[in-house]
Structures are given as structure tokens and as C-alpha cells.
């Protein structure tokens, strides 16, 4: 079918395709922007974009994994001071967010407190009492 041919319809998607592709692109660097230029659909472009970003489905699988374990076995280190821990605890959880991941602001404030090394008990002590971490 060509150009002429097409319906109404067919102009209005084949208009909406071409703004889709032109919003995406503008949001691309040059190095991902390389990566799908050649797709010709919006949809292709987002399907490539979504596997350059997450990886495969068994990739997410694996990513989301690892991700629960280290924020399962998340401690502040004796070294390290509140601020720091707290950044990498929350990119942690933004990761696991990003991938649909939910976990509950009680179990946030739980997991975080617990994660306070031993020389912070009296601290935690006081915490847990002050304040229903429910």
C-alpha cells in the first residue's frame, strides 16, 4: 500500500509514531542514540531501550536478586558514618525499586535501624522506645 492509500487512520498513527520516535530520541545521549536510530517504530525503539536498561528478562531475574540479597545482608560498616551508609542503603532500595520491586516504609525503617553496628545499641535502644516503628 502506498502513501497515498492510507486511511485517516493509518496517517494519524503513522503521525503519532513519528512524534513518539522524536521525544525519545531528544532524550537519548549519543551512544544509546546509536544504539536504536535504525529501529522505525516507537514501540521497537522502547522494547530495544528497555533491554539496554534492564537487560532480558532472566537478566532483570538475576539483577533483582542480587539486589535482595545486599539489601538483605545491608550493615553499616564500623568505618563508615550515617550519611554514607544511608546513600548506599536508599540506592539500594531505588534499585530495587526501579525494577517494581515493593518494600513498605515499616520494613525500611526496621531494616535500617537493625543495620546499625553494635556501637550504636544505646541509639537503637532509644529509637525502637521513642517512636512506634510501625
Same mark, same amino acid.
Given at each position: 500500500?502506498?502513501?497515498?492509500?492510507?486511511?485517516?487512520? %493509518?496517517?494519524?498513527?503513522?503521525?503519532? %509514531?513519528?512524534?513518539?520516535?522524536?521525544?525519545?530520541?531528544?532524550?537519548? #545521549?549519543?551512544?544509546?542514540?546509536?544504539? $536504536?536510530?535504525?529501529?522505525?517504530?516507537?514501540?521497537? $525503539?522502547?522494547?530495544?531501550?528497555? &533491554?539496554?536498561?534492564? #537487560?532480558?528478562?532472566? &537478566?532483570?531475574?538475576?539483577?533483582? #536478586?542480587?539486589?535482595?540479597?545486599?539489601?538483605?545482608?545491608?550493615?553499616?560498616?564500623? %568505618?563508615?558514618?550515617?550519611?554514607?551508609?544511608?546513600?548506599?542503603?536508599?540506592?539500594? &532500595?531505588?534499585?530495587?525499586?526501579?525494577? #517494581?520491586?515493593?518494600?513498605?516504609?515499616?520494613?525500611? &525503617?526496621?531494616?535500617?535501624?537493625?543495620?546499625?553496628?553494635?556501637?550504636?545499641?544505646?541509639?537503637?535502644?532509644?529509637?525502637?522506645?521513642?517512636?512506634?516503628?510501625?
Amino acid at each position: 500500500m502506498t502513501k497515498s492509500e492510507w486511511s485517516a487512520t %493509518n496517517h494519524k498513527k503513522m503521525e503519532l %509514531n513519528c512524534k513518539a520516535l522524536y521525544i525519545i530520541f531528544c532524550a537519548l #545521549g549519543p551512544d544509546v542514540y546509536a544504539k $536504536v536510530s535504525s529501529y522505525e517504530s516507537a514501540k521497537e $525503539v522502547w522494547d530495544k531501550l528497555e &533491554v539496554i536498561r534492564e #537487560g532480558t528478562n532472566d &537478566v532483570k531475574e538475576t539483577k533483582i #536478586g542480587l539486589l535482595n540479597l545486599e539489601y538483605e545482608n545491608f550493615k553499616m560498616n564500623s %568505618n563508615e558514618d550515617i550519611k554514607s551508609m544511608f546513600n548506599q542503603f536508599s540506592t539500594i &532500595v531505588n534499585q530495587l525499586k526501579g525494577f #517494581g520491586e515493593e518494600i513498605s516504609e515499616d520494613k525500611l &525503617v526496621q531494616k535500617l535501624i537493625y543495620s546499625l553496628p553494635e556501637s550504636w545499641d544505646s541509639k537503637k535502644t532509644t529509637i525502637i522506645e521513642a517512636k512506634d516503628l510501625k
